[in-house]
């Protein structure tokens, strides 16, 4: 199983996004998907449900 943090650098790079274009779609800004990719933040319900 691929970790969450992993998941969301896979998903922004299959997309050729950047973390702040991938964040205004999740709703957060740019350096929380930092912070969620580097695992210093884990992402609310509400943001791993936007991911799913």
Same mark, same amino acid.
């Given at each position: 199983?691929?970790?969450?943090? %992993?998941? #969301?650098? %896979? #998903? ?10 991938? =964040?205004?779609?999740? =709703?957060?800004? =740019? ?5 969620? %990719?580097? =695992? ?7 943001? #791993?449900?936007? #991911?799913?």
């Amino acid at each position: 199983m691929v970790a969450l943090d %992993e998941r #969301i650098k %896979e #998903i922004c790079k299959s997309k050729n996004m950047t973390q702040a274009e991938y =964040g205004a779609k999740m =709703g957060v800004k =740019g350096n929380s998907i930092t912070n969620y %990719e580097s =695992g210093m933040r884990t992402p609310s319900d509400a943001v #791993i449900f936007s #991911i799913s």
